[in-house]
């Protein structure tokens, strides 16, 4: 462990997405007590303190140490954009120079924090902006609990309430670094947010959801959008690899891992002329029925180069009657963030001049 580390040290370590269990281990290694740990995560993720010379329970030598082998390095807020309904999209720009994208949503009791776990992604669902610009790179744990940190303790920030993993990118193909992120949003001696104010959203990497349960308990949405797999095959092309059979089953397992009741978000978005029809809803009842889940029907928002249209009002209110007819909890999400390109699936890490909405501040010198 000790080498490992020395290894890591030789390039100055970022503690800033250590979770207290590699915190324990890295004062451990350099000949401190556990306890630093808890200290450390406080100073950074609950006061916002990233200069070890600031940490007053820290000694001198401790610091000089600290100073010398780690940095505490949140990434760049390179641009920031604010919507007339008050929802903030941040340009962030990541150590390799590759930009993602972040949003705050407030709303009265909650604030929400949309983080991204890669630059890009590679599965290419048709109706996403992400997908279609392709795969850049992964994104490490304090490139993703960076961004919470940014949304916390930047200027005019307030806390945030609750984080989806519903920005850029696949978080179950980022496993490892989305985990050890999580793991500091839900400690007591950082973010303190419960499991349900954590949801992860995946395209349906079975493997992975399998695994999820016993790496960290958070909520998990599964982004369906189809409930046969000819057309899901199409619109969502990871289900040629993990089919919806397999997929429904994985999440049936998952619930059941755990003891107490609890939900599984399905994310279904509504494309016309798609998968908008009531024969689509009649088989997403029926493909849904034996699992305790909730559904959130998302209209498609649209994005330069996509020819999907979001269907009328009408019918995807009348989509949404249908499945509470049918007793399931569906709601219809009022879209945020459209003004800024900020809303699902138009996320994209885009430089100013292609992006609608205000500009607040550009920081491309800090
Ligand atoms: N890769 C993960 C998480 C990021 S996408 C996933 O697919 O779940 C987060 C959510 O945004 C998903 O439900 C996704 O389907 C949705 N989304 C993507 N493109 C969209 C679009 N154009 N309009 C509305 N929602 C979209
Ligand atoms: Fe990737 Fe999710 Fe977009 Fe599909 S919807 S391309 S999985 S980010």
Redesign the pocket.
Known sequence: LKKYWINKLSKKINLLGCSLESLENFFLSINEPRFRAKQLLKWIHQKGVIDFNSMSDFNKDLRRKLVSIAKIQPPKIYEEYVSSEGTIKYLIELDSGSMVEMVVIPEKKRRTLCVS?QAG?A?Q?T?????AQGFEQNLESHEIIGQLWLANFSQNSKPITNVV???????LLNFEPVVEAAKLMKDQSSYGLSRKRITI???GIVPNIDKLPKKIDVSL???L?AAEDNLRNEI?PINNKYPIKSLIKSCKEYLNYFENKRNITI?Y?LIEGVNDSIEHAKKLAKLLSNLSCKINL??????KG?D?KRPSNSSMNSFKRYLMSKGFIATLRI?RGDGVDA????LVGNLSNSIKGKKLITHKSI
């Open positions: 776990s992604c599965l669902c109706f996403c902006a992400t997908g993993f519903m920005g850029m990118g696949e978080p959203s995946t395209s949405a599964i982004s959008h969502v994310e978005i998302i209209p498609f928002n649209s994005f996509s999907y879209t809303a699902c699936g138009q």
